[in-house]
């Protein structure tokens, strides 16, 4: 495919009954171009139509094969007098059911714009994939770099694919290996995820390190059991000032002890002090 259009026509062979394999496929091996072949039910009725065919008599053809009823001996009279090739016929002939291509043009469009981000701006499609699409985060494997996060992945897979330890994947983990996924592909090309930090990290959504362009920095929810409103309750305190100890932390903010203590082992607290006393014999 070179052209939009050969994507629109990819996307009507993957989504119709009987389109492609057994048709198109076998078409586009004996050297038809994807532009070629039936990929929508709307290209029956403009194919027809620039054979000649009159506007009615091509529309009733198309409803007629999009459904999978094939065509009619007459049908088919008018289709081969209108000099259209039998290769062709044959080929609507099979079709069982067509995806409409205006919904090949909406999926394909939002493809492109996907991967135009991908390719073009990575770390905004890194941070509303993560932001938006994950439901599940591991942050220290996350944080390690490609080996950690491919032996997690090959971690959970093994177990899913043998009978006798399936059932010892979580939905947790589950959904951890679609994070992990994308994780995967943000390492291999280039970039990082560094931990959470009290001043670095918003409330929800990731966001570029500001100190590392090629990095992303995780929000505070990928913490396990804490909440947005306790995210979004540090993000607003850090806002009005420094914190000067991990009690001024746990005063100042909704955070509990046991997320406290959660954030101290992440690493996420960097030398934040316990107490606001100053021992005299440090």
């Not at 005063?251 to 997320?259: E, G, P, Q």
Request: hydrophobic content about 35%.
């Amino acid at each position: 495919p070179n052209k939009f259009s050969d994507l629109v026509i990819l996307s009507g062979l993957s989504h119709g009954t009987d389109v492609w394999a057994g048709n198109a496929q076998e078409l586009v091996r004996q050297g038809k171009s994807i532009s070629e072949v039936i990929g929508c039910r709307d290209d029956i009725m403009t194919y027809l139509m620039d054979m000649g065919l009159e506007p009615k008599e091509s529309f009733v053809i198309m409803e007629g094969v999009r459904k999978g009823k094939g065509l009619t001996e007459d049908q088919e009279k008018i289709m081969r007098a209108h000099n259209v090739p039998d290769w062709y016929i044959q080929s609507a002939k099979k079709i069982k059911y067509m995806f409409p291509k205006a919904h090949a043009v909406a999926y394909v469009t939002m493809a492109v714009r996907l991967a135009w981000y991908k390719v073009h701006e990575p770390l905004t499609f890194y941070i509303q994939y993560l932001s938006l699409r994950c439901t599940s985060y591991e942050i220290e494997t996350m944080t390690k770099g490609l080996e950690a996060v491919q032996y997690r992945m090959n971690d959970i897979y093994s177990r899913l694919s043998k009978f006798e330890t399936k059932n010892t994947v979580s939905n947790k983990e589950a959904n951890l290996f679609d994070t992990l996924e994308i994780c995967e592909e943000l390492y291999a090309r280039g970039y990082k995820i560094n931990n959470v930090d009290l001043y670095k990290s918003k409330a929800t959504i990731f966001s570029v390190d500001p100190d590392d362009d090629k990095a992303l920095i995780p929000p505070f929810i990928v913490v396990d059991k804490l909440g947005e409103s306790v995210a979004t309750s540090i993000e607003e305190e850090r806002e009005k000032g420094e914190f000067i100890s991990q009690d001024d932390l746990l005063k100042r903010t909704k955070l509990s002890s046991s997320l406290l203590a959660e954030l101290k082992r992440l690493g996420s607290l960097g030398n934040l002090p316990e107490s606001n006393q100053i021992s005299l014999f440090d």
